[in-house]
C-alpha cells in the first residue's frame, strides 16, 4: 500500500514553505504593490478627468455670460447708433425741407414778379399786337 515518509514529507513541506515565502516576497508583494500604485494612479487620473470637466464647465458657463454680456453691449450699441442715425437723418430732412421751402417761396416770388413784368409788357405792347391781330384777321 501507501508508505508514507516522514521525511520526505517534511522535505515537502519546507520547500512548500519556502517557495510560499520566497513567491510572496518575490512575485506576490511586487505585484500587488503594482496593481494598487496602478489603482491609485486611475483613481487619481480619474479625480483630475472630473475635476478638468468642473473647470471646463466653470470655464463653458463663465463664456456663455460673456458672450451674452457682448450681446446685449452690441444691441445696445446697435440701438444707439440707429437712433443717432435717425437723428441724423431727421435732421438733414428738415434742413433740405427748410432749403426746400425757401428755394419754393423764391421760386414763386420770382414767378409772381415774372407775371407782373409779363403782363406789363403785354400791356405796353398791346398796341402792336392790336394792330397786328387785325392784320391778320383782314387777311382772312
Known sequence: MLDINPILLLIT????????RYLNSKLYVPLLKYMEDRDDMLKGDRDSVNQNYSDIEALHSEA????????????????????EAKETIAKKLEEKKEALSKSYAEFEKNLATDRVSLKNHLLADSAS?????????ASI
Open 129 to 137: 399786337i392790336e394792330s397786328s391781330l387785325r392784320d391778320r384777321f
Open 64 to 83: 456663455e455670460s460673456v458672450l451674452a454680456q457682448a450681446r446685449q453691449e452690441a444691441a445696445s450699441a446697435k440701438e444707439a447708433i440707429i437712433s
Open 13 to 20: 513541506l519546507a520547500v512548500f514553505i519556502f517557495l510560499v
